[in-house]
């Protein structure tokens, strides 16, 4: 399931990825296209803890659809284009 029960889509974070820098402020130590976004970053868009957010990434981080990058003591969080486009290829082909 993409949607929580309190209507969080992990498909709108997906979404805000594909374009990071349009959708959260710039970091102090990352490039939000090159190396993503925090876990705070994602909490405070979605207006949630960072516990929930955590949840969140870590699951779309498990199936494979973002990567993660440690600098200094942060994760950060990016697509992985090509595993998203593998998974949509699967569900074109009726999987």
Known sequence: MLRNAKGVSRLEILDWLKDPAAHFPPQRHADLVEDGV??????????????VAGTHLSLLTRLGLLRTKRIRHRTYYRRDEIRIAEVARMFEKGW
Do not use: I
Request: cysteine-free.
């Open 38 to 51: 925090t876990v705070r970053a994602v909490a405070a868009k979605l207006g949630v803890s960072r516990k």
